[in-house]
């Protein structure tokens, strides 16, 4: 199974500040998803990564606010531009395993806007 | 939005089976129905994942209706460390590429 390594962990940011989130894989990977979790809330899918292509992003999420960058094949960073308190969330990377498509997370990154 | 229907909570006396539901009464043919728990504070947890026939593993057993408009997670010997939410999800394909699209989940409570 993939381990995925998620820095910070946690980060206490000011109103208008960016912050990225860093998210590290122990083998290759194609795909490398961004989630995020509201407080007392279920994952939102914010955007796919694929290697070598721009993101995809869901409805809801744009990439001036959230750009993401994947620069290979085990590496993939989320920034939250611009903070508001409303962004304060939990930001997880998730990951597909190739031979049998279960997905991985990692603990996540967990963001208050102050 | 999600395609599945959960009960938000259920409760489950420690060393007692839980039997944790799911209705997704939509699903496609070829999409798989996959379950995974997320302890406080932590990222979700991959348990089980089957297309149509009952699947078991080390954590848990999943059983699919035969018309697979619905399922039931059973978790045999529930311990106080399976407090925590319990997603169910119906994804396209089991292959890699494919986000997962969370619901709201079941928290389930096991107590001594």
């Known amino acids: 199974s993939a381990v995925i390594s998620q820095k910070p962990s946690r980060d206490i940011c000011q109103r208008g500040t960016s912050l990225t989130i860093q998210c590290q894989v122990d083998?290759?990977?194609?795909?490398m998803f961004w989630y995020r979790q509201q407080p007392g809330q279920s994952l939102t899918l914010i955007a796919t990564a694929n290697q070598g292509s721009e993101a995809t992003y869901e409805s809801g999420f744009v990439i001036d606010k959230f750009p993401i960058s994947r620069p290979n094949l085990t590496f993939s960073t989320l920034t939250v531009s611009n903070m508001s308190p409303e962004d304060s969330s939990i930001y997880l990377c998730?990951?597909?395993?190739?031979?049998?498509?279960?997905?991985?997370f990692g603990e996540g990154s967990r963001l208050t806007v102050l | 939005d999600a395609k599945t229907t959960q009960p938000p909570s259920m409760d489950c006396a420690e060393g007692r089976a839980a039997n944790l539901p799911c209705n997704h009464s939509t699903i496609s043919g070829n999409e798989y129905v996959y379950w995974y728990r997320q302890i406080h504070s932590q990222g979700p947890q991959y348990i089980i994942h089957g297309l149509k026939n009952n699947e078991t593993n080390e954590m848990a057993s999943l059983i699919i209706t035969e018309d697979r408009k619905s399922s039931t997670l059973i978790l045999p010997h529930a311990t106080l460390r399976d407090t925590a939410v319990y997603y169910c999800i119906v994804r396209p394909s089991n292959q890699a590429g494919t986000a997962l699209i969370f619901g709201k989940g079941t928290t389930l409570s096991v107590s001594s």
């Open positions: 998730s990951v597909d395993e190739q031979l049998t498509g279960e997905l991985f």
């Open positions: 083998s290759q990977v194609t795909m």
